[in-house]
């Protein structure tokens, strides 16, 4: 298996909600990442987690709570958004360390998220 | 991680080799130097990196001048499923660390 799958596709919530996104890779991957993307920009970097500990949070608001349960899972959890949070969510994973020859990140497809 | 520099927009025509410039001036002695491209509504995708070597896979080659400051990604028949944003990143090798995405570069490919 050579792919981050992420869930869903899709999302539209409104401001009062609570909901999750959910990514998942099972390819031994150590360490996992949160992007978010908005039209016509690259991705922005918001998380990191290394061996299932949180090891960068790029001043994201509390709204965005990420969870890493097991070596394999990656959660965002999502509450009070606001309309301009709004965008293509993705989650990636690489190796965690140099011994490994290191192919780079590999992304998900993301999950569009509409705010409203 | 070091910044990063190329073209907003380039065009190529479909057959002929696609020459992607990156300009990474500040690159450090342990960064590497990755390339992803984004096909519209996708996740960015791997195509190659590099430390001081040219490579080359099935993809495409990289040519990382002596200095390492400047790098160009080659398609050598770019085709119309080659139209994308191309990212070139420079990072350690190490994953856990930052990944900064600079703006790209929006490669048309036209018939």
């Known amino acids: 298996d050579t792919e981050v799958t992420q869930t869903p596709k899709h999302l539209v919530m409104g401001m009062t909600n609570k909901k999750s996104l959910k990514c998942e890779q099972h390819?031994?991957?150590?360490?996992m990442y949160w992007y978010k993307q908005k039209a016509k920009k690259p991705p922005e970097l918001m998380f990191v987690?290394?061996?299932?500990?949180?090891?960068i949070n790029e001043s994201v608001p509390s709204r965005f709570s990420p969870e890493c349960p097991n070596s394999s899972l990656l959660n965002l959890h999502l509450h009070a958004l606001q309309p301009e949070d709004s965008a293509l969510y993705l989650c990636?994973?690489?190796?965690?360390?140099?011994?490994?020859?290191?192919?780079?990140?590999?992304f998900g497809s993301g999950t569009r998220l509409t705010v409203v | 991680d070091a910044k990063t520099t190329q073209p907003p927009s380039m065009d190529c025509a479909e057959g002929r080799a696609a020459n992607l410039p990156c300009n990474h001036s500040t690159i450090s002695g342990n960064e590497y130097v990755y390339w992803y491209r984004q096909i519209h509504s996708q996740g960015p995708q791997y195509i190659i990196h590099?430390?001081?070597n040219n490579e080359t896979n099935e993809m495409a080659s990289l040519i990382i001048t002596e200095d390492r400051k400047s790098s160009t990604l080659i398609l050598p028949h770019a085709t119309l499923r080659d139209t994308a944003v191309y990212y070139c990143?420079?990072?350690?090798?190490?994953?856990?660390?930052?990944?900064?995405f600079g703006a790209g570069t929006r490669l048309f490919v036209k018939a």
């Open positions: 390819m031994g991957h150590r360490a």
């Open positions: 990636a994973s690489s190796q965690a360390d140099s011994r490994n020859l290191n192919y780079g990140y590999t």
């Open positions: 590099g430390l001081k």
């Open positions: 990143i420079v990072r350690v090798q190490t994953g856990g660390f930052k990944t900064i």
């Open positions: 987690y290394s061996y299932e500990k949180l090891s």
